[in-house]
């Protein structure tokens, strides 16, 4: 059974930064795409950032420039870099990963506050 399970998440205040982390139970490269979502109250889930087993990402518009995904296969992690955080940025996030046969998996998720 595949486990994501992330970790990071907490309270900042606007302009802070926080690290997610996202560590999964086998190889990354059985992977070749992960990412992270996220959703806010009230609202659906939502794309956040994607990186493919090649390197390739993705980002939402809203984050672009600010959030940076990166995945270390030694470490079997895919971490979330978010600097110059914004209220609008509060919400769960989620790990995701995806296998070259489009089955899904997801962790549990973390909560992010931007709060001040």
């Known amino acids: 059974q595949v486990q994501l399970v992330e970790s990071g998440g907490g309270l900042v205040q606007p302009g802070g930064s926080l690290r997610l982390s996202c560590a999964a139970s086998?190889?990354?490269?059985?992977?070749?795409?992960m990412g992270w979502y996220r959703q806010a109250p009230g609202n659906p889930r939502e794309l956040v950032a994607t990186?493919?087993?090649?390197?390739?990402?993705t980002y939402a518009v809203s984050v672009e420039g600010r959030f940076t995904i990166s995945r270390d296969n030694e470490k079997k992690t895919v971490d979330l870099q978010m600097n110059t955080l914004r209220p609008e940025d509060t919400a769960v996030y989620y790990c995701?990963?995806?296998?070259?046969?489009?089955?899904?998996?997801w962790g549990e998720g973390t909560q992010v506050t931007v709060s001040s």
């Open positions: 995701n990963a995806e296998t070259a046969l489009m089955r899904i998996y």
């Open positions: 086998l190889s990354i490269h059985n992977f070749v795409k």
């Open positions: 990186i493919t087993n090649r390197g390739d990402t």
